[in-house]
């Protein structure tokens, strides 16, 4: 099957190593699938200006919370970034082209702009992957906060993340020390596509929602869910000759799973 450009260009980027894979230029990839005439570079520059204005107005001790409290202030009271909570499920907040021009996002799509400000200010800060709401941390030993891009920037510490947690689960909920684990850019990557899987899912828009399983299993070809849902998907548009190996492929890799005797009648049917 021959793939758009941008899917070929994201898959190319992802086969870097992880200290070398460009996370700005990837999401761009993302975007440009929905995007064809995007263009990288513009938007790639734009966040070049971005770091070079907050770096004009770093004070001379750059210690990690005042770098962070000059990032928030340009980002949030500057330019206006805010977290898009009325219309929270619509894609364009996953699309960092997008989320540039309209300075509105989900946490993880407002997490990357700020990594990627701070990486051009040789600020490094990483990915948490927490349940229910992206963070981002500085990288330094001993810091000890979080960043909530989603929330104008506030600096969270390992308590607030409970609490947040609490918040979007349940009040017993309690904080794993895995939640608060920074997330390989992979997994960063994977994660906004899943974000998008879930959107075209819930507006029954199957052909996107396969584009987006397609790139999580560039990212991640083992992943037994995944496999399944494509399969499940394929079926659903009648495609059964690229839903029967996705579907066997499921079987293998997860051989007890509960749904394994649903997945044998479906692949029986289609046989």
Request: hydrophobic share 40%; glycine share 4%; with cysteine.
């Amino acid at each position: 099957m021959d793939f758009p450009l941008a899917r070929q260009r994201f898959y190319q980027e992802i086969q870097q190593p992880q200290d070398q894979l460009d996370l700005g230029k990837a999401a761009l990839y993302l975007a440009q699938e929905e995007y064809p005439t995007l263009e990288i570079d513009y938007y790639l520059n734009i966040l070049d200006t971005m770091a070079a204005e907050v770096a004009e107005q770093l004070p001379e001790s750059r210690y990690p919370l005042k770098i962070v409290q000059t990032i928030n202030q340009y980002l949030y009271e500057e330019l206006g970034f805010y977290g898009n909570q009325k219309d929270y499920y619509n894609p364009r907040n996953s699309f960092l082209n997008d989320v540039l021009e309209r300075r509105t996002g989900i946490p993880i799509t407002l997490s990357l702009v700020y990594l990627e400000v701070a990486k051009r200010l040789d600020f490094p800060m990483v990915g948490i992957g927490m349940p229910g709401h992206f963070l981002i941390r500085p990288e330094f030993e001993g810091v000890g906060i979080f960043v909530d891009a989603f929330n104008q920037g506030e600096t969270l510490f390992e308590q607030d993340c409970e609490e947040l947690l609490q918040k979007i689960y349940h009040p017993s909920a309690q904080l794993d020390p895995r939640f608060l684990e920074a997330v390989s850019k992979s997994r960063f990557l994977a994660r906004m596509l899943s974000n998008l899987k879930a959107i075209y899912l819930n507006k029954q828009d199957f052909k996107k929602a396969i584009g987006a399983i397609d790139r999580i299993l560039m990212l991640f070809p083992d992943n037994a869910m995944e496999l399944r849902d494509r399969g499940l998907l394929l079926y659903q548009l009648d495609e059964w000759t690229r839903a029967i190996p996705d579907l066997e492929s499921y079987l293998e890799k997860a051989p007890h799973a509960q749904d394994v005797p649903a997945i044998r009648q479906l692949l029986a049917k289609m046989s």
